[in-house]
């Protein structure tokens, strides 16, 4: 155990801080789920990608630095620190890529992950269909063999896509052997969003903007090479995603170690002595979960996987994301209310944690199951 | 940066567990309840599970090993002290191993090879950890604070008046003592603070243990016991009680682990710090890392305890199942040594009269 950087980290660390102290913008740009907003971010994602910054962690033939994971997180503590804009292709970058990587084809990974790290590609994911949420293996929406049998011919409805409203791809789970039950049967197949054929109507979300889309199929046709490991093993594919996900890459601790302290410095300018033991919990909370991700990053060095227990991540994460946001709302008091409340974005995004990226709920089965090796649900 | 144990002190849990399992079942822990004869001295089966854990080295681990001991840190000791919480050790591991041993060593005392050979027992009484010394009636040396000293007391110059624990095994009394200059260990300042904040970690990493246990009991009692025609285990309502539990848990080991690594760190670079600077950061984070492994440990525990309580349901209610022989102790070590509200205000003192952001 030595819980202190090396000279090599702290080095990286202060690459990645000039480099974000000269290249962050400002002023904050528009809020991604704008039309105007959403190209100002890939702008952003080009210009994090020249300075091949975009994805630390990748190879370097795709963009990347070829960093392990207790560089990413280095780069994502500065990122935080810097006040940087929000990841626009985050889904992308840090769910498919990691997947293309795993169980791509070698024409699939220099195809779609350079763009990919470019901010070219942004992509969104579609699993969820309107009778298909938390029970995934309910996907209706079918992929049919073209009659020379070079195509996907799409036909259905994805819905609650992220930035769905202004992608240019999507990852999607579609089912391909109708005959098949429940989890057997789905493959995993990237789709361009500019087809004809694909209806895009964009959701507006609690902030009013349209952070989701609903997205129709109708005779869509996708080259079977967009096809991302075997078919009707989708689900195994998408699993793998999840664990990513899930367990190490879709939130890094540094997001709530920031919102930690905004909060303890709130706390200093709005005191509440009922309120004290909420804020000392929150910040002690962050603080927990970065110690849990460098121990499981750690161990990832080493060889470990892993697994179920990724689940518990993102209970953890999730539910402190809220009670963090709620105490804040409560130390504003009647200014908590106000539109121009700075907390309020936060605390609205943070109602959603607990909801995306499988709810928690499913997530405390996945761990009764898998983890604690209780009986599966009768 | 890597926050891992390496292969040997995991070889060594492994070592202390495979040892406790032969030396600590519950069937043990049990006679410990049942044997409270203090006038009576020690019981056999306690005395020979102590020279056990000392012969591993697991007594003496911290003390130097011209002393005796293994002259390993607090890194290497806590995954050993959180086994004896899984096992509910009934002798003074905290107080022993993580107090006592490097208070001597630390003074220079010879006592300390006594001690870490295990063939004397040694306990401790400091006024933050509460009113009360655990094992006082059986130990050979008691260590005692007063004011900023530490003083050394054999048995025949103490008086003491035992207080029955909810936890059987914990033989706890009231120490009625006078310090005097022949008694006072030689001690550098910072040594009380360094030997308070080593025991709020070892028995944070206790608790841990116990709390690791109760989830397995009450997990397997959910695989085996059947109501409605299906294991209880498959009922949504059991599934998230366990999965609460166990996330508590697997959040506070690494705050435990760093605060391993901290006292360590600070014992290490204590006595020689630079700068005055260097003594305050280092002193901050070890304040801080004992109370955050402490406060979440025992978040977890608390839960724990209840969960596993709920899930065994009636049964788990009577004196013959094993179960509360845990839930006690769990409940006993989470009020010992500073509660965890306690702990949390320690926490806050420190983060809200400083500036936070980097």
Same mark, same amino acid.
């Given at each position: 155990m030595d819980l202190t950087y090396t000279p090599e980290e702290e080095a990286f660390r202060s690459e990645a801080r000039a480099w974000l102290e000269a290249h962050v913008p400002p002023t904050p740009l528009a809020s991604f789920d704008t039309a105007e907003g959403f190209e100002q971010h890939r702008a952003w994602e080009g210009e994090l990608f020249a300075g091949r910054w975009s994805a630390v962690s990748w190879p370097l033939e795709y963009g990347g630095r070829g960093t392990d994971y207790i560089k990413w997180l280095i780069f994502e503590e500065e990122y935080w620190r810097a006040k940087a804009p929000g990841r626009v292709n985050q889904n992308g970058i840090f769910l498919l890529g990691p997947t293309i990587m795993d169980v791509g084809t070698a024409e699939q990974k220099t195809r779609f992950l350079p763009p990919m790290a470019a901010g070219a590609d942004i992509w969104c994911q579609g699993w969820s269909e309107p009778n298909a &949420? *938390? !029970? $995934?293996? &309910?996907? #209706?929406s079918k992929a049919e063999r073209s009659d020379d049998g070079g195509d996907w011919i799409l036909n259905g409805q994805k819905t609650w896509c992220s930035r769905g409203a202004f992608a240019d791809w999507m990852f999607g789970i579609f089912r391909? !052997?109708?005959?098949?039950?429940?989890? #057997?049967g789905l493959t995993f197949i990237l789709v361009p969003l500019d087809q004809p054929g694909i209806t895009v109507r964009p959701i507006a979300q609690l902030d009013g903007e349209t952070g989701f889309a609903e997205v129709f199929f109708d005779d869509v046709r996708v080259p079977t090479t967009n096809t991302v490991g075997d078919v009707n093993r989708g689900w195994q594919v998408a699993m793998a995603t999840a664990g990513f996900e899930r367990g190490? *890459? $879709?939130? *890094?601790p540094a997001r709530f170690t920031t919102t930690a302290d905004r909060l303890v410095d709130l706390y200093r300018s709005h005191p509440d002595a009922e309120l004290e033991d909420e804020v000392v919990q929150a910040w002690m909370d962050a603080e927990g979960y970065r110690l849990h991700t460098y121990m499981t990053v750690s161990s990832l060095l080493e060889g470990g996987t892993i697994g179920a227990e990724a689940s518990l991540n993102k209970i953890f994460w999730s539910e402190m994301d809220v009670r963090m946001h709620e105490t804040a709302m409560r130390l504003l008091g009647a200014d908590a209310e106000l539109v121009s409340n700075p907390w309020l974005d936060g605390f609205l995004f943070s109602l959603s944690g607990p909801i995306y990226a499988g709810t928690n709920e499913i997530q405390r089965n996945v761990i009764a199951d898998r983890v604690l090796n209780l009986p599966r649900g009768s | 940066m890597r926050f891992t144990f390496t292969a040997e002190q995991q070889l060594l849990q492994a070592a202390v567990r495979d040892l406790l399992a032969k030396e600590c079942p519950p069937a043990a822990v049990r006679a410990a309840w049942e044997a409270r004869d203090l006038s009576g001295g020690r019981v056999a089966a306690s005395v020979e599970r102590w020279r056990h854990l000392a012969d591993m080295g697991v007594v003496g681990l911290l003390a130097p090993t011209d002393r005796g001991g293994l002259g390993l840190t607090e890194v290497d000791l806590v995954l050993l002290v959180e086994e004896c919480g899984r096992a509910a050790v009934p002798e003074p591991v905290v107080e022993a191993a993580a107090v006592a041993i490097p208070l001597l060593a630390a003074a220079n005392d010879d006592r300390v090879a006594d001690v870490a050979s295990g063939a004397v027992l040694a306990t401790v009484g400091l006024p933050d950890a509460g009113p009360y010394v655990a094992s006082a009636g059986d130990s050979g040396l008691l260590l005692l604070q007063h004011g900023d000293e530490i003083h050394a007391l054999e048995p025949n110059h103490v008086v003491l008046t035992e207080h029955r624990s909810m936890d059987g095994g914990r033989r706890l009394s009231s120490v009625t003592w006078s310090p005097s200059e022949a008694t006072r260990l030689r001690l550098s300042p910072g040594e009380v603070a360094a030997a308070f904040d080593r025991g709020v970690l070892a028995v944070s990493a206790q608790l841990v243990g116990l709390a690791s246990h109760l989830v397995e009991l009450a997990a397997d009692y959910a695989r085996e016991r059947e109501q409605f025609g299906h294991?209880?285990?498959?009922?949504q309502a059991v599934k998230h009680l366990l999965a609460d539990a166990l996330l508590r848990i697997e959040f506070a080991r690494p705050v435990v682990y760093r605060a391993a690594w901290t006292v360590a760190m600070a014992g290490q670079g204590g006595a020689s710090g630079a700068s005055a600077v260097r003594a305050r950061d280092v002193s901050m984070a070890k304040g801080y890392a004992s109370d955050a492994a402490t406060r979440a440990a025992r978040a977890a525990l608390t839960r724990a305890a209840r969960a596993a309580l709920q899930v065994h349901g009636a049964i788990g209610y009577t004196w013959e199942h094993d179960l509360h022989l845990w839930m006690k102790k769990a409940w006993a070590l989470a009020a010992a040594w500073g509660d965890a509200a306690w702990h949390r205000r320690r926490v806050g003192s420190w983060l809200l009269d400083s500036p936070v952001t980097a």
């Open positions: &949420g *938390s !029970d $995934l293996a &309910g996907i #209706r391909t !052997d109708p005959a098949a039950e429940r989890h #057997r190490v *890459s $879709l939130r *890094s | 294991p209880i285990g498959s009922f």
